[in-house]
């Protein structure tokens, strides 16, 4: 995932988080992760599979992405 490391909200911020993380475990071929965050959007919108405002959409769908490959 590249990227400055800014976040354009607390949201994206988060969902970045989110997507580096799976990106760290999809290169350490790691399988059925539960992962935990204090954001409900960011959460809720990964369990749905739909972005929640199309300003974060780019650190969505590259969480998204890595979710789908874990």
């Known amino acids: 995932m590249a990227g400055n490391g800014e976040g354009k909200s607390a949201l994206d911020a988060e969902l970045k988080a989110i997507g580096l ?3 760290w475990a999809v ?3 790691w399988r059925n992760l539960i992962v935990f965050s204090d954001c409900k959007m ?3 919108a990964l369990q749905q599979r739909k972005v929640p405002d199309w300003r974060v959409a ?3 769908y590259n969480a998204l992405t890595n979710l ?3």
């Open 21 to 23: 993380a799976l990106d």
């Open 27 to 29: 290169e350490m071929n």
């Open 42 to 44: 960011a959460v809720d």
């Open 58 to 60: 780019i650190s969505f």
């Open 68 to 70: 789908s490959l874990t």
